[in-house]
C-alpha cells in the first residue's frame, strides 16, 4: 500500500505543478484552453496577475507534498503529507463550492484517493 500511496501523492503533485505552470506561466495560452468555460476569453489577460498569484500557491502545495518524500522519519512524513493532502481537498472542495463543479473531481477526489492510501499504509 505505501507505493500506491506514494504514487497518488506524486500524481498530486505534478497536478498542482501543472496547474503552477498554467497560471504562472501559460495563463493567456494554454490556461485559456484548461479553463473555458470558467473565465470569459477577454478576462485571461487583465487577471494574469491574480492567476499567478494563485499558482504559486498551488506550487506550494506541491512542494509540501514533494518534502513529504524526503522526510526520512515514517511518522511525520505521513503527517506532512497528510496536511499537504487536505490543503488540496479543502482547495478543492471550495473551488467546487464557488467556481465549477469539476474542480472537485480534478483536484479534491485525486487528493482524497490520495489520502486514503496514505492512512492506510
Known sequence: MEIVANILVGLVALEHLFILYLEMFAWETKGKKAFK?????????PTKVLAANQGLYNGF????LIWSFFITDPTWSTHVAVFFLACVIVAGVYGALTATKKIFFIQALPALLALGAVLLK
Open 37 to 45: 468555460g470558467s473565465l470569459r476569453p477577454e478576462l485571461f489577460a
Open 61 to 64: 502545495l506541491a512542494a509540501g
